[in-house]
Protein backbone atom coordinates (compact mmCIF):
# COMPACT_ATOMS: atom_id res chain seq x y z
CA UNK A 1 0.00 0.00 0.00
CA UNK A 2 3.39 1.91 0.39
CA UNK A 3 3.74 2.43 -2.91
CA UNK A 4 0.26 3.25 -3.88
CA UNK A 5 0.48 6.19 -1.93
CA UNK A 6 3.94 7.41 -3.29
CA UNK A 7 2.58 6.67 -6.80
CA UNK A 8 -0.23 8.78 -5.84
CA UNK A 9 1.70 11.71 -4.68
CA UNK A 10 3.85 11.20 -7.57
CA UNK A 11 1.15 11.32 -10.29
CA UNK A 12 -0.13 14.28 -8.17
CA UNK A 13 2.75 15.99 -8.85
CA UNK A 14 1.69 17.41 -12.36
CA UNK A 15 -1.46 18.61 -11.14
CA UNK A 16 -0.25 20.13 -7.51
CA UNK A 17 1.96 22.28 -9.44
CA UNK A 18 -0.40 23.00 -12.39
CA UNK A 19 -2.90 24.35 -9.47
CA UNK A 20 0.13 26.08 -8.17
CA UNK A 21 0.53 28.09 -11.16
CA UNK A 22 -3.84 28.28 -11.70
CA UNK A 23 -3.74 29.94 -8.50
CA UNK A 24 -0.91 32.46 -8.36
CA UNK A 25 -2.69 34.15 -11.84
CA UNK A 26 -5.73 34.66 -9.77
CA UNK A 27 -4.73 36.54 -6.41
CA UNK A 28 -6.92 38.95 -6.93
CA UNK A 29 -10.17 36.81 -6.62
CA UNK A 30 -12.57 37.16 -3.85
CA UNK A 31 -12.03 34.31 -1.07
CA UNK A 32 -15.64 32.72 -2.06
CA UNK A 33 -14.69 33.17 -6.11
CA UNK A 34 -11.47 31.62 -5.45
CA UNK A 35 -12.51 29.06 -3.25
CA UNK A 36 -14.85 27.67 -5.96
CA UNK A 37 -12.20 27.53 -8.62
CA UNK A 38 -9.88 25.86 -6.26
CA UNK A 39 -12.55 23.21 -5.57
CA UNK A 40 -12.90 23.26 -9.52
CA UNK A 41 -9.68 22.25 -9.92
CA UNK A 42 -9.63 19.71 -8.16
CA UNK A 43 -12.29 18.01 -9.25
CA UNK A 44 -11.25 17.87 -12.75
CA UNK A 45 -7.61 17.41 -11.85
CA UNK A 46 -8.84 14.01 -9.23
CA UNK A 47 -11.48 12.52 -11.63
CA UNK A 48 -8.52 12.79 -14.74
CA UNK A 49 -6.12 11.25 -12.72
CA UNK A 50 -8.47 8.39 -11.11
CA UNK A 51 -9.78 8.09 -14.34
CA UNK A 52 -6.53 7.70 -16.61
CA UNK A 53 -4.62 4.72 -14.28
CA UNK A 54 -7.97 3.05 -14.87
CA UNK A 55 -7.42 3.43 -18.46
CA UNK A 56 -3.49 1.87 -18.15
CA UNK A 57 -4.85 -0.53 -15.71
CA UNK A 58 -7.09 -1.96 -18.52
CA UNK A 59 -4.88 -2.08 -21.36
CA UNK A 60 -2.30 -3.42 -19.30
CA UNK A 61 -4.32 -6.20 -17.96
CA UNK A 62 -5.03 -7.10 -21.40
CA UNK A 63 -1.44 -6.66 -22.76
CA UNK A 64 -0.15 -8.19 -19.57
CA UNK A 65 -0.59 -11.98 -21.06
CA UNK A 66 1.94 -11.23 -24.20
CA UNK A 67 4.98 -10.27 -22.06
CA UNK A 68 4.52 -11.69 -18.57
CA UNK A 69 8.50 -12.14 -18.53
CA UNK A 70 9.58 -8.40 -18.84
CA UNK A 71 6.31 -6.81 -17.65
CA UNK A 72 8.60 -5.73 -14.43
CA UNK A 73 10.82 -4.37 -17.33
CA UNK A 74 8.02 -2.69 -19.00
CA UNK A 75 6.70 -1.26 -15.78
CA UNK A 76 10.36 0.23 -14.90
CA UNK A 77 10.99 1.62 -18.38
CA UNK A 78 7.46 3.46 -17.99
CA UNK A 79 8.01 4.42 -14.83
CA UNK A 80 11.59 5.45 -15.07
CA UNK A 81 10.50 7.37 -18.57
CA UNK A 82 7.57 9.19 -17.12
CA UNK A 83 9.95 10.64 -14.34
CA UNK A 84 12.72 11.34 -15.92
CA UNK A 85 9.93 13.49 -17.87
CA UNK A 86 8.32 14.90 -15.27
CA UNK A 87 12.36 16.12 -13.80
CA UNK A 88 12.76 18.03 -17.62
CA UNK A 89 9.63 19.62 -17.83
CA UNK A 90 9.87 20.54 -13.70
CA UNK A 91 13.27 22.75 -14.93
CA UNK A 92 10.89 24.70 -18.26
CA UNK A 93 7.71 25.78 -15.35
CA UNK A 94 6.20 28.61 -17.19
CA UNK A 95 6.94 31.73 -13.99
CA UNK A 96 3.80 33.72 -16.31
CA UNK A 97 1.46 35.37 -13.45
CA UNK A 98 -0.73 36.20 -16.30
CA UNK A 99 -4.73 35.55 -15.23
CA UNK A 100 -6.10 32.54 -16.79
CA UNK A 101 -9.17 32.47 -17.55
CA UNK A 102 -10.38 28.58 -16.28
CA UNK A 103 -13.53 27.48 -18.31
CA UNK A 104 -14.42 24.08 -18.46
CA UNK A 105 -13.08 23.58 -21.26
CA UNK A 106 -9.95 25.24 -20.25
CA UNK A 107 -9.83 22.77 -17.03
CA UNK A 108 -10.57 19.65 -18.66
CA UNK A 109 -7.58 20.37 -21.23
CA UNK A 110 -5.18 20.99 -18.24
CA UNK A 111 -7.44 17.77 -16.50
CA UNK A 112 -6.13 15.78 -19.41
CA UNK A 113 -2.55 17.17 -20.22
CA UNK A 114 -1.69 16.52 -16.48
CA UNK A 115 -3.07 13.03 -16.01
CA UNK A 116 -1.36 11.56 -19.12
CA UNK A 117 1.03 9.97 -17.57
CA UNK A 118 -1.47 8.01 -14.80
CA UNK A 119 -2.39 6.48 -17.94
CA UNK A 120 0.76 4.94 -18.52
CA UNK A 121 1.46 4.10 -14.40
CA UNK A 122 -1.76 2.75 -14.97
CA UNK A 123 -0.45 -0.46 -16.63
CA UNK A 124 1.96 -0.76 -13.36
CA UNK A 125 -1.15 -1.69 -11.03
CA UNK A 126 -1.44 -5.00 -12.74
CA UNK A 127 2.12 -5.53 -11.19
CA UNK A 128 1.02 -4.80 -7.84
CA UNK A 129 -0.42 -6.40 -5.56
CA UNK A 130 -3.44 -4.33 -4.65
CA UNK A 131 -6.77 -3.32 -5.73
CA UNK A 132 -6.61 -1.37 -8.92
CA UNK A 133 -9.66 0.16 -8.46
CA UNK A 134 -8.41 0.95 -4.80
CA UNK A 135 -5.30 2.70 -6.00
CA UNK A 136 -7.15 4.55 -8.49
CA UNK A 137 -9.44 6.21 -6.04
CA UNK A 138 -6.55 6.64 -3.63
CA UNK A 139 -4.83 8.60 -6.42
CA UNK A 140 -7.82 10.62 -7.50
CA UNK A 141 -8.53 11.73 -3.97
CA UNK A 142 -4.48 12.72 -3.24
CA UNK A 143 -4.59 14.43 -6.49
CA UNK A 144 -8.16 16.30 -5.76
CA UNK A 145 -6.67 17.14 -2.48
CA UNK A 146 -3.29 18.42 -3.25
CA UNK A 147 -4.86 20.09 -6.51
CA UNK A 148 -7.01 22.70 -4.10
CA UNK A 149 -4.25 23.05 -2.01
CA UNK A 150 -1.48 24.29 -4.43
CA UNK A 151 -4.16 26.68 -5.84
CA UNK A 152 -3.88 28.02 -2.23
CA UNK A 153 -0.21 27.98 -2.02
CA UNK A 154 0.35 29.74 -5.66
CA UNK A 155 -1.93 32.34 -4.21
CA UNK A 156 0.27 33.36 -1.86
CA UNK A 157 3.43 32.23 -2.86
CA UNK A 158 3.29 32.23 -6.99
CA UNK A 159 4.43 29.63 -9.20
CA UNK A 160 8.42 28.69 -8.33
CA UNK A 161 7.31 25.64 -5.90
CA UNK A 162 5.48 23.88 -8.62
CA UNK A 163 8.49 22.84 -10.35
CA UNK A 164 9.96 21.13 -7.08
CA UNK A 165 7.13 19.57 -6.74
CA UNK A 166 7.19 17.80 -9.78
CA UNK A 167 10.79 17.47 -9.90
CA UNK A 168 10.19 15.53 -6.51
CA UNK A 169 7.20 13.41 -8.33
CA UNK A 170 9.87 12.63 -10.81
CA UNK A 171 12.28 11.39 -8.70
CA UNK A 172 9.17 9.19 -6.70
CA UNK A 173 8.32 7.92 -10.04
CA UNK A 174 11.80 6.31 -10.82
CA UNK A 175 12.08 4.98 -7.11
CA UNK A 176 9.11 2.70 -7.95
CA UNK A 177 10.43 1.75 -11.04
CA UNK A 178 13.86 0.51 -9.61
CA UNK A 179 12.21 -1.28 -6.77
CA UNK A 180 10.29 -2.72 -9.47
CA UNK A 181 13.23 -4.49 -11.06
CA UNK A 182 15.46 -5.04 -7.84
Known sequence: MLEVLLLALALAADAFAASIGLGSTHKSDVN?????????????????????????YALGSTMLGWFA????????????????????????VNNDETRINLSHKT???????????????GFTLNLLAVNA?????????TTAVLSVLGAYIGRKSGTWLGSWAEALGGLVLIAIGVNMVV
Not at 41 to 48: D, E, R, S
Not at 107 to 121: Q, V, Y
Request: a neutral charge; proline letters at 1%.
Open 69 to 92: EGASWVAFVILVALGIKMLYESRS
Open 133 to 141: YLACLIIAL
Open 107 to 121: LLSLAIATSLDAMGA
Open 32 to 56: SQFMKMALLIGVYFGVAQGVMPLIG
